[in-house]
């Protein structure tokens, strides 16, 4: 059964500061993996979504990296924003399908 | 373009009442999955329909059951409800449902079972 971890559970940072997330994986066998961001009490919105065959991608200040092989990912962001304060999942798919398995996410909080 | 939209965003029931809730996917959206997100287990996956069949279910018991209808709208439904059920209910669409297609997540029905 396929798990997925994410560490830390919670991070506090001071506005400016470069961050990493960490994303871990127990199946390597997955089609794709992406990161979500939720704010309080409201849905999901994708911010990055790398293929299976790819090594990274990038969206302005935000660079998520995979290595499938050792069942990892990252999720760097630059020059962190208080807007930048949400919680952040990890998520896999491990079919041709859209069925995704999450971890249970990272909680930053960027203060000004 | 209009996200996707859930309705109702809240709902407060007792243990044993039935509740439906319902998901507009993004216009042109045929694939649209369901999922379960509670403090402890996290998000869970529920079932994904496209085209109104079932082509996907978690490991969640009967009580839970779903359906999409010709216009790609989806409802799902808990029956006999226990308090455990007390959850964010999340819908997502996509294009076809296929594993490189974004994710779009609706806000969520709290649901609350007293």
């Known amino acids: 059964k396929q798990e997925v971890t994410q560490i830390p559970a919670a991070l506090s940072v001071p506005e400016g500061e470069n961050l990493v997330l960490n994303c871990s994986f127990t199946d390597s066998a997955i089609y794709n993996l992406q990161w979500f961001r939720q704010d309080p009490g409201k849905g999901l919105t994708s911010l990055l979504l790398?293929?299976?065959?790819?090594r990274e991608q990038t969206s302005g200040r935000l660079n998520a990296s995979l290595d499938k092989s050792s069942g990892r990912s990252t999720l760097y962001i630059a020059a962190s924003q208080p807007g930048d304060s949400a919680t952040y999942l990890c998520?896999?798919?491990?079919?041709?399908?859209?069925?995704?398995?999450f971890g249970k996410g990272t909680m930053l909080l960027v203060s000004p | 373009k209009a996200g996707v939209t859930q309705t109702p965003r809240y709902l407060i029931k007792t243990r044993g009442q039935q509740v439906t809730l319902s998901c507009s996917p993004i216009s042109g959206h045929r694939s649209v999955s369901w999922y379960q997100q509670t403090p402890g287990q996290g998000l869970q996956f529920l079932f994904e329909?496209?085209?109104?069949?079932?082509?996907n279910k978690g490991n969640f018991p009967g009580r839970f059951s779903g359906r999409q209808f010709s216009n790609s709208r989806s409802e799902m439904n808990v029956s006999t409800l226990e308090l455990g059920d007390s959850a964010l209910y999340l819908c997502?669409?996509?294009?076809?449902?296929?594993?490189?297609?974004?994710?779009?997540f609706g806000p969520g029905t709290r649901l609350l079972v007293l």
């Open positions: 997502a669409s996509s294009l076809v449902g296929e594993h490189q297609e974004t994710q779009y």
């Open positions: 998520a896999v798919s491990l079919s041709g399908y859209s069925t995704l398995t």
């Open positions: 329909y496209f085209s109104e069949t079932q082509r």
């Open positions: 790398i293929q299976s065959s790819q």
